[in-house]
């Protein structure tokens, strides 16, 4: 267990970025952030619901060794969205970096 929880707006980040790179699943979505941080699966999936209804992502249904899949797609909103967050995050890192991170010098302010 982390010191440091991890937010909805931090998951809805991560999510939007593996959609970014291409079309995917809810497992391998799971699977892929799994692989950096320590998420369950049950946490997931009410992310891809609320992305969803917020029509950040888009999904579709694809035939599958028999069934359907269900992929998502991120839309032009979930872009301009995923920018924000990075934009946030960048902001949000320098200042926490102050703080934590190795500082050399005789700058204190």
């Known amino acids: 267990m982390s010191v ?8 809805d980040a ?8 291409s079309d995917t699943y809810g497992y391998q979505i799971t699977k892929e952030i799994q692989e950096h941080v320590s998420v369950s699966e049950s946490t997931l ?3 891809l619901r609320r992305l969803q209804k ?3 992502l888009e999904v579709y249904d694809m035939p599958y060794q028999g069934r359907n899949r ?3 797609k ?3 909103s979930g ?10 995050w960048k902001l949000f890192t320098e200042q926490i970096d102050w703080f934590l991170g ?3 010098g005789g700058d204190s302010k």
């Not at 440091?4 to 998951?11: T, V």
């Not at 991560?14 to 790179?21: F, I, K, P």
């Open 102 to 104: 190795e500082r050399t």
């Open 74 to 76: 991120i839309t032009d």
């Open 4 to 11: 440091f929880p991890i937010s909805s707006g931090l998951l």
């Open 54 to 56: 917020n029509m950040l």
């Open 14 to 21: 991560m999510v939007l970025s593996v959609t970014e790179r």
């Open 70 to 72: 269900r992929y998502y």
């Open 79 to 88: 872009k301009n969205a995923l920018e924000s967050y990075r934009q946030e």
């Open 45 to 47: 999936y009410p992310v």
